[in-house]
């Protein structure tokens, strides 16, 4: 069902491979892209439309999401997948919380004052994919943390169906979480609209939230005229496991994510072959009572596999070079993995810390870096939302203490006009 990969050189092979995944045909995407940016970015609404017209459904019912729609999507939301949103919206608010920054004041004994300043992003955009699977749980895990973080507006995105309706479960998310507005449109056009702004969709100053390929390399081609959270690549999960744990929640983890897309990597790490044999025979079984098999099927054969490690070292060490979006330990003793552990987006400890627990639940985010970036970003926090800005107050006795030295380095730079900048107070 899935491969098992041995020895160093093979284990580099796999590991070297998996990082190229979300590459594809890039080349084609990226000239695809640009031209849909250039053409949104010169025609506005009217490409949007178009592009919507052409790739989502021909008659969108709306092109922005009237108010009174989204509050009945929201009174007449299934009763127990509302109660389920608003848990969630608790866990997720008391995690995020902790987050919020508060701004300083430092005041030295010369009259020299400097502040960090923390101010709320004005504008915001979130992009929520929808097509085969309309994430619901990225309305809440990107739109709480920034009304935590006190952003003015927040701008949602999201493709209509087939039938050109929104999404009423995406609608009645968006109400729950205090979403100002939402467009029917997706794709790299909607990513362009929040960029640069059109007639009726606002400029927004970042735009966070996954999608697929064209919608990543959109947001790469805008980053600079807006911020982003981050290019996120295909959905990932890494296990490590020992002897002691249970195969068949193994399978059923991998499988989590194997469903997403055919992109999508799936590894399991060991040091016991049993174990390997065992959770392949339940791969085997789960993948056919899936909905989505033929995709996690596609994504188990090309992109996941089973590494042998000699000894839980070499699988912490491995699954470093990796950097996953999503790590679980399930071995005897999680917590002493933990400690070992430094690359990964989000870590899952013990056998009842499934990986949905945290897309859904838990409070941390699920916005993760993916394809390993973890090794150096983070995931999705309410210092997204927020700017930093510093100010200076020196007084002319203090300017006067710091002018030497200001001067010295200037004039070694080169600058000579930043050292007369000083220069000339000091006459």
């Not at 990107?142 to 009304?147: D, F, G, H, M, S």
């Not at 995406?170 to 997706?186: E, H, I």
């Not at 090794?375 to 510093?390: A, M, W």
Request: aromatic share 6%; hydrophobic share 40%.
């Amino acid at each position: 069902m899935i491969r098992v990969i041995k020895g160093k050189a093979e284990i580099a092979r796999f590991i070297a491979d998996n990082e190229t995944r979300a590459d594809g045909d890039n080349f084609e995407v990226e000239k695809n892209v640009r031209e849909i940016v250039e053409n949104v970015r010169k025609n506005g609404d009217k490409a949007v439309r178009e592009y919507t017209a052409k790739w989502d459904c021909p008659n969108a019912k709306y092109y922005r999401v009237p108010d009174e729609v989204i509050q009945q999507a929201y009174e007449n939301a299934d009763v127990q997948l509302l109660a389920a949103l608003k848990r969630c919206k608790e866990k997720i608010e008391a995690f995020h919380i902790m987050q919020k920054r508060e701004a300083y004041e430092l005041k030295q004994d010369n009259g020299v004052i400097l502040k960090q300043i923390i101010r709320p992003l004005e504008q915001i955009g979130i992009y929520v994919p929808g097509g085969t699977a309309p994430l619901v749980s990225t309305v809440l895990m990107c739109a709480i943390p920034a009304k935590i973080a006190g952003v003015g507006q927040v701008i949602m995105t999201t493709p209509p169906q087939k039938d050109g309706t929104p999404n009423a479960d995406v609608l009645a998310a968006a109400k729950l979480c205090g979403v100002d507005m939402v467009f029917l449109c997706g794709g790299a056009q909607a990513v362009a609209a929040l960029a640069y702004g059109t007639d009726e969709i606002p400029r927004v100053a970042k735009i966070v939230g996954p999608g697929r390929d064209y919608v990543a390399v959109a947001k790469k081609f805008v980053f600079g005229a807006v911020d982003i959270d981050m290019v996120a690549g295909p959905s990932e999960i890494l296990i490590i496991a020992d002897e002691t744990a249970n195969p068949r929640y193994i399978a059923a983890d991998l499988l989590s994510q194997a469903e997403h897309d055919v992109k999508s990597s799936a590894v399991l790490i060991t040091t016991s072959m049993d174990l390997a044999d065992s959770v392949n025979a339940e791969l085997e079984k789960q993948v056919a009572e899936l909905q989505r098999n033929e995709i996690a099927v596609e994504s188990l054969k090309n992109y996941s596999g089973i590494i042998i490690a000699e000894c839980m070292e070499e699988a912490v060490k491995t699954a470093d070079k990796i950097a996953p979006e999503h790590l679980e330990v399930l071995t005897e003793n999680p917590f002493e993995v933990e400690e070992k552990l430094r690359n990964y987006g989000s870590l899952f400890l013990g056998k009842y810390s499934p990986e949905p627990l945290g897309d859904y639940y838990a409070g941390p985010n699920h916005v993760l870096p993916t394809n390993g970036t973890a090794r150096f970003s983070s995931p999705l926090t309410v210092d997204d939302f927020v700017k930093k800005s510093s100010s200076i107050y020196y007084t002319a006795e203090a300017l006067k203490g710091a002018a030497d030295d200001i001067m010295l380095i200037a004039e070694r730079e080169g600058l000579s006009a930043h050292a007369n900048s000083v220069k000339v107070r000091m006459e």
